[in-house]
Each structure stands twice: as structure tokens, then as C-alpha cells.
């Protein structure tokens, strides 16, 4: 991902809650309008809140392990002191911090003595400017950065920064960004002073850079007024239950999107391309088995996935039985439109060498009980290879293709894109609807 350089127009400066809209305008008012030199203008293309992820960095650099920037990337830095972390205190080594991790960390922190936490707590959520927005001229960005500690209310902080290729004709364009720390329970308390801080008459969009919590104030009152909640599945501890609360998100006002949704392009794009050819196209109709294999950690690919197909299919699910095996299988059966059966598997497979993204797509595996059927078709990643879809076996010929994945994974650089589309995605809803079927046939009636 290329980056486009930003210079401060004005440095981060400290100022009170009231005081916010106050300094700002400051900023703007002080700009000379000298035509020897670039005149700064604010830009106007739509409004952020970004809410920072959990404290996984932060607990890392408290316990010695790391030293890098506390900005929520999943970079080598994060995932070698990860790795140590998970080394020394006897957990699965993964390089990610999965909920037995996170917990571990959480508990060693709570051990330490408080003047060892003033020392080693950094608190440094929300000093670096994410590229990937600046570079998309917002308006304002409003940085939400939830701290450890003891409960002192929210401090704020302000700024202005142009992205200097960011020119027309002698004017710069630049942005606003309004940094907000405390505990998580001071932040609850000022749910309607960050949404005022949203302008009005341009779009709004929350990044959500943590697993979706309705039950949480602050999240409320930001899902509220925003009209487009971007998140990333891939974080999420358990999508199961995570997707039926991100369905009940979507209104007539307020879309979602779904960064992961974008990683499975790919796996889509393959999938059609193989029913292409005439002599294929209609035995689509014929497919009833389907496997779909992921990494172990996180089944929202394969959940999506599952669910986009059954969209296009038109496929209902009508049972869903989950198993707690080595594999945590899923078990799920569909009827389509003429009453046919289609029997669906989700295997989660432990991996040796894990991905940067939890819970990629291995291998999708798509048969028919029709022996005469040409649907027959493999897909299988790239850096995994087809040894557990190839061993399934078959009774009809078997098309197999490569998945090559996106040339980036990145959360930072999937949301550059999402910012320029502008719409609601109803593949993505629909697709997500299916899914959300699926998983509440497990719920108790």
C-alpha cells in the first residue's frame, strides 16, 4: 500500500472537552491568506469516529514484550513479541492473540504493582495518523482511544494535518483530527459529546476497530449517529454469535461493512468462473455437497461464504448442528427451490504456520449425489495446497483451481477502499442474512 506524506498544519495540542470546536477553528482562522504560500483548507468529504482496538499492544509493551507503535497492526514487531509472550507463559504459539492469549495477558498486567504501571504503560493510542483515511481527504476524524488505569475522565486532544500531494490549485486540503483517551467506563459517560462532534451535513462512518458490543454506551450512541459501522470479522472472538448482532445493526439509515467480506473475492470471483462454460452452467443446479475448509481461530469466511453461495442458490437453511471435535465441525442442511437436499460442511483445520489473517479459506470442495452431474469442483489456496479436499474423493471428474488471495489483507488497506465505494453493499447484506438463519436454527426456540 503506498502512503501519501502528511505534514502537521498544526501539532497535537491538549485542550478541554468545551473547548474542542473552539481550537479548531483557531487553527483555520490563523491560516494567512499570503498567496506566496499554500493557503490550507479544510476538507469536506465526510466525517470518522475510529475507535481503537483492544489493548492487546498496550499489555504486551506493559510486560516487556514489546516496544513498537500502539496502533492495533498486526506487523512482525507485534507478532514476534506475541510470540515470546505465548512462549513464556506455556500458551499455543500463534503469533496472534486469540482470547486465551489476550485473557493470559490481562491477568499477568493485573499482577503488577501500580507504580510499575506508570512506568511501562506507554499510552500511546491514537498518535499516529492511519494513511489509509488521510489519504481519502476526510473532514474530521474523531480517535476514540480506550486506556488502562485508574478512572481520571477523558483528556482531548487536537490537530491538523494535509496530505501534501493533496493540492488544488494553491490550496491545501486538509483534515481535522480530534483525539479522545480515558477508561473505557469514563468514555460511556460522553457518548453524546462524541457524536456532536460528527458534521452534520456530511456522511458518517464509525470504524470499529473491535469485536461489536451493543451492550457498551460509547457503542450505542456512535452506531447511532453514524450511517455506514465498518468493522472486521476477522477480529471477532466468536462470529457465531457476533454476526446476529451485526445484522440487527443494519437499518433503513445505517449499513455495514464488513472489511473480511472483501478477502473472499477471490474464492467468489473462482467460484463463478468455474460454472462459466456452457457444458457446466446448468449443472449448478445439480451441486449438494458442499465443504469449505478454514483456518482454525475464526469462521466468519466460511460463514460468509456459505452464505453467499445460498443467496445466489436461493438455498434455505433448514438444520444446523455444530460438533466440538478436533475439526469443530458444522454440520448444515438446505432445500432449494425444488425441495432438493443440499448438505453443507464448515471444518475449521489447525495449521502449522498461521496466516496474518485468523480464519483465511483453505479449501472449497462443491459435489453432487448426481453421478452424471458436472459440478464437480476444488478450490484450494495457494499456500495451503488440496491434500484434505483432494482425499474426499468423488464420483464424477473433479475441476480443480488455485486461489491466489489479494495482493493485501491489511485492514488498513481493505478500508481505503471502502471508504471510496459510498454505498450500501446488498451482496453483502443478503449474503450476511443467510448466514444469520444459519446460526439461530442452533439457538434454542
Request: with cysteine; glycine share 6%.
Amino acid at each position: 500500500m503506498t502512503t501519501t506524506p502528511i505534514a502537521p498544519l498544526q501539532q497535537p495540542k491538549d485542550v478541554s472537552l468545551h473547548e474542542i470546536e473552539e481550537e479548531l477553528n483557531s487553527i483555520w482562522n490563523s491560516q494567512s491568506g499570503d498567496m506566496a504560500t499554500l493557503i490550507a483548507t479544510r476538507a469536506s468529504t465526510f466525517c470518522m469516529i475510529v475507535y481503537e482496538p483492544e489493548e492487546f499492544q498496550q499489555l504486551l509493551a506493559i510486560l516487556g514484550f514489546y516496544s513498537g507503535p500502539v496502533d492495533g497492526i498486526h506487523g512482525p514487531l507485534t507478532k514476534t513479541a506475541v510470540n515470546e509472550a505465548q512462549r513464556k507463559y506455556g500458551l499455543h504459539i500463534t503469533g496472534r492473540v486469540d482470547p486465551d492469549t489476550l485473557a493470559r495477558l490481562r491477568e499477568e498486567v493485573a499482577k503488577l504493582p501500580p507504580e510499575q504501571m506508570k512506568i511501562a504503560n506507554p499510552n500511546l493510542r491514537g498518535f499516529s495518523i492511519n494513511d489509509a483515511i488521510s489519504a481519502q481527504n476526510p473532514r474530521r476524524i474523531i480517535t476514540i482511544c480506550p486506556m488502562l488505569g485508574e478512572d481520571k475522565g477523558v483528556t482531548a486532544e487536537v490537530s491538523a494535518y494535509c496530505p501534501v500531494q493533496k493540492t488544488v490549485g494553491d490550496h491545501l486540503i486538509c483534515s481535522e483530527y480530534i483525539t479522545l483517551r480515558g477508561t473505557k467506563e469514563a468514555l460511556n459517560r460522553i457518548g453524546d459529546l462524541v457524536t456532536s462532534l460528527y458534521i452534520q451535513n456530511l456522511p458518517k462512518f464509525l470504524w470499529w476497530k473491535a469485536t461489536p458490543n451493543p451492550e457498551q454506551e460509547l457503542f450505542r450512541h456512535v452506531v447511532a449517529a453514524c450511517n455506514c459501522i465498518i468493522m472486521d470479522s476477522s477480529y471477532f472472538s466468536d462470529p457465531e454469535s457476533e454476526f446476529i448482532k451485526i445484522q440487527e445493526l443494519i437499518g433503513p439509515e445505517t449499513s455495514v461493512a464488513d472489511l473480511n467480506w472483501h478477502r473472499l473475492l477471490p474464492w467468489q470471483e473462482l467460484t463463478a468462473e468455474t460454472f462459466d462454460p456452457p457444458e457446466r452452467r446448468l449443472a449448478i443446479s445439480e451441486i449438494d455437497r458442499v465443504t469449505i475448509d478454514y483456518e482454525k481461530g475464526n469462521s466468519a469466511q466460511a460463514l460468509m461464504f456459505l452464505g453467499w453461495m445460498a443467496s445466489r442458490l436461493s438455498w434455505e437453511p433448514i438444520s444446523y448442528v455444530e460438533e466440538t471435535d478436533t475439526y469443530e465441525l458444522k454440520h448444515i442442511k438446505f432445500v432449494n427451490p425444488h425441495g432438493r437436499e443440499i448438505e453443507a460442511e464448515l471444518a475449521a483445520i489447525p495449521t502449522a504456520d498461521s496466516g496474518e489473517i485468523v480464519g483465511d479459506l483453505i479449501g472449497l470442495r462443491l459435489a453432487s449425489t448426481n453421478k452424471e452431474a458436472n459440478c464437480g469442483t476444488i478450490l484450494c489456496s495457494e499456500t495451503t495446497g488440496c491434500m484434505r479436499m483432494e482425499a474426499g474423493g468423488a464420483a464424477q471428474a473433479i475441476r480443480t483451481e488455485m486461489v491466489t488471495a489479494i495482493n493485501d489483507q491489511k485492514a488498513e488497506f481493505l478500508l481505503s477502499q471502502q471508504l471510496q465505494r459510498w454505498g450500501r453493499e446488498v451482496l453483502y447484506e443478503e449474503s450476511l442474512a443467510v448466514a444469520v438463519k444459519i446460526l439461530k436454527l442452533a439457538q434454542p426456540q
